[in-house]
């Protein structure tokens, strides 16, 4: 199968929310199937419920799951030849928070096998925030595990966890184990382990679209949370790479002029921030891009004064 000398954008998956809004198609510039609350773009899966799939050239229609099973060193490199997943090991979305999300938790990989449910972290790239938009991460300093259950108990499990004001261009990094929820006018890039596994601890004492109470996961929660995660501090705009970094991906923010990273051991992935060029192919805002390993170097993109984007390796 010809590789082509261009970057693969993959179609995006729509996921109506109960949080969810509009901003995916007033800020960002999409076409949403209807007026329903839309919270979540799935930018690139390579899930059972959600399959991505290439959106033009050569290898439009092919599954991310079929480019990662039967393509995998010329498309992702010789690095990732013997990664031992077989998913494309990350999730990528844009998050559209109109309300609160739940406050929550993702299992660790020391308790994700026994609660049956798939470990994962997660980083937060700020890309639009409405003024005094919060981000919740961490407990606040003293909460202790039985001041928490206790606070379960009488309605203000709030109060534990930890605030920051966000502005555009912040962005923290959630580990596995960290209690957190996005805040209302908030427009978020999400990059996360390739894992859908959420237990809710607190929602507002809010319905769901159906009317009736969301699930929550009280015991699972209790068994994930780290009680000796406190107040966490966002990565400010100005502070420099990287903006993430841990055992599953890094990420940096990047702009014209950079280089970029990549080569036949591996691709070059990006998320734009902005609305980019690559190698003459438009990249919209919030979309990601894949310049595959075998028809390495990748250009620079290009996206004027003030392009950006955030580039992604997988590890």
């Not at 961490?138 to 001041?147: H, I, N, Q, S």
């Amino acid at each position: 199968m010809p590789i082509p000398a261009q970057p693969v954008l993959f179609t995006p998956a729509y996921q109506v929310r109960v949080w969810g809004g509009r901003r995916i198609e007033t800020a960002l510039g999409r076409s949403l199937p209807d007026a329903q609350p839309y919270g979540e773009s799935w930018e690139m899966s390579d899930r059972d419920d959600c399959q991505s799939r290439a959106a033009e050239g050569p290898l439009a229609g092919m599954t991310l799951n079929d480019l990662w099973n039967k393509h995998r060193p010329a498309i992702f490199g010789t690095s990732l030849a013997a990664h031992p997943s077989r998913r494309f090991p990350l999730l990528i979305k844009v998050l559209d928070c109109a309300a609160d999300l739940s406050i929550q938790v993702h299992p660790p990989a020391s308790r994700a096998a026994e609660l049956g449910g798939e470990p994962k972290s997660e980083m937060w790239y700020v890309a639009d925030a409405e003024p005094g938009a919060l981000l919740y991460a961490g407990l606040r300093a003293g909460v202790t595990r039985d001041g928490f259950r206790r606070a379960l108990a009488d309605g203000t499990v709030a109060e534990c966890i930890h605030s920051m004001e966000a502005v555009p261009g912040n962005s923290l990094m959630v580990h596995s184990g960290r209690v957190h929820a996005l805040g209302g006018g908030l427009l978020v890039f999400e990059i996360q382990q390739n894992s859908d596994t959420t237990y809710r601890v607190f929602d507002w004492n809010r319905n769901g679209l159906d009317g009736k109470p969301r699930q929550l996961h009280i015991k699972e929660s209790m068994q994930c949370i780290d009680f000796d995660d406190f107040e966490p501090q966002l990565h400010p705009a100005d502070a420099g790479n990287p903006l993430a970094d841990c055992d599953h991906f890094t990420v940096n923010l990047r702009q014209p002029g950079d280089p970029m990273h990549g080569g036949d051991d591996t691709m070059s992935l990006l998320m734009a921030v902005t609305p980019l060029k690559w190698g003459g192919i438009p990249i919209p805002a919030g979309a990601v891009a894949l310049w595959p390993a075998c028809q390495s170097p990748a250009p620079a993109p290009e996206g004027g004064e003030g392009g950006k984007w955030l580039e992604i390796h997988v590890r």
